[in-house]
């Protein structure tokens, strides 16, 4: 009356091989370091965030601290109180500008790093390099008469 483990077919037992693991990887090694990747950009994104932060969180905290003095010197010591609310909308937006300033580089290059394509670079250098070099020169007067 009752099932043993015997009684089981063994089917399963006969049928398994060896797993495989260099032929299991060898696909995911290659799509991080290709096209395919789903890291690609990783390095771009992660240079971007952090060019956005520091940017934004040192602009702001500068400026939460010197805008109620600049306020409090040029409009009397009640200003910072009854402008708080407009000095700190102010701190936001200028830090939102400084931040977008220094990550633009960064997600330049990350827009061609995700881009891809032929030719397309795949790292965060590369697509440096490769944006110093289709730079127009700052002076073109100057580049000009060189």
Same mark, same amino acid.
């Given at each position: 009356?009752? !099932?043993? !483990? &015997?009684?089981?077919?063994?089917?399963?037992?006969?049928?398994?091989? &060896?797993? $495989?693991?260099?032929?299991?990887?060898?696909?995911?090694? &290659?799509?991080? /370091?290709?096209? $395919?990747?789903?890291? !690609?950009?990783?390095?771009?994104?992660?240079?971007?965030?952090?060019?956005?932060? +520091?940017?934004?969180?040192?602009?702001?905290?500068?400026?939460?601290?010197?805008?109620?003095? !600049? %306020?409090? /010197? +040029?409009?009397?010591? +009640?200003?910072?109180? &009854?402008? /708080?609310?407009?000095?700190?909308?102010?701190?936001?937006?200028?830090?939102?500008?400084?931040?977008?300033?220094?990550?633009?580089?960064?997600?330049?290059?990350?827009?061609?790093?995700?881009?891809?394509?032929?030719?397309?670079?795949?790292?965060?250098?590369?697509?440096?390099?490769?944006?110093?070099?289709?730079?127009?020169?700052?002076?073109?007067? +100057?580049?000009?008469? %060189?």
């Amino acid at each position: 009356g009752s !099932l043993l !483990l &015997e009684d089981v077919p063994r089917e399963a037992e006969s049928k398994t091989e &060896e797993p $495989d693991l260099e032929a299991d990887l060898k696909p995911d090694f &290659e799509a991080v /370091s290709g096209v $395919d990747s789903p890291w !690609l950009g990783l390095d771009t994104s992660v240079a971007a965030g952090f060019a956005m932060g +520091a940017g934004s969180f040192g602009t702001y905290e500068f400026l939460k601290r010197s805008l109620p003095q !600049l %306020a409090a /010197s +040029a409009l009397g010591p +009640a200003a910072p109180a &009854e402008l /708080s609310f407009q000095i700190l909308l102010l701190a936001c937006i200028i830090q939102a500008m400084v931040s977008a300033f220094f990550a633009s580089p960064f997600e330049t290059c990350r827009a061609k790093v995700m881009a891809g394509g032929a030719g397309a670079p795949t790292t965060l250098v590369d697509a440096l390099r490769a944006q110093v070099a289709s730079a127009p020169p700052a002076y073109p007067a +100057a580049a000009a008469s %060189a």
